[in-house]
């Protein structure tokens, strides 16, 4: 079941006070990204959200671990009902954000 674009316009409308945030689609689900930073995926109208030290200390146990579809790595599965506090949420992103190591430059193919 691939993620409805109303679950996506909701999640940009409650994390637009953060700056830089967007999301891509692929195969029918998102990676929402934080300052070109991958911080989250969106999949089957789920959160999941990157774990990071600070951002399971921030969420203490509000979360459950997950997996955003078979062999991804684990993540937070953060509760929908949790994501309607638009501020706990835009910290979470940021924290997260903020955890995660600068993206790698791809290396432009040589033909």
Sequence with gaps: MATKQSTIDYLLDQLASVPD????????????????????LVCDDEL??????????FVGDQYQEGNAYPGAK?????????????????ELITITEESLPEPKLKAKKVR
């Design 21 to 40: 945030v967007r999301v891509r689609k692929m195969f029918g689900e998102y990676a929402l990204y934080c300052n070109d930073k991958v911080v989250a």
């Design 48 to 57: 999941f959200i990157k774990i990071t030290e600070a951002g399971k200390e």
């Design 74 to 90: 684990p993540s937070m599965r953060i509760d929908m009902d949790m994501a309607e506090n638009r501020d706990w949420l835009c």
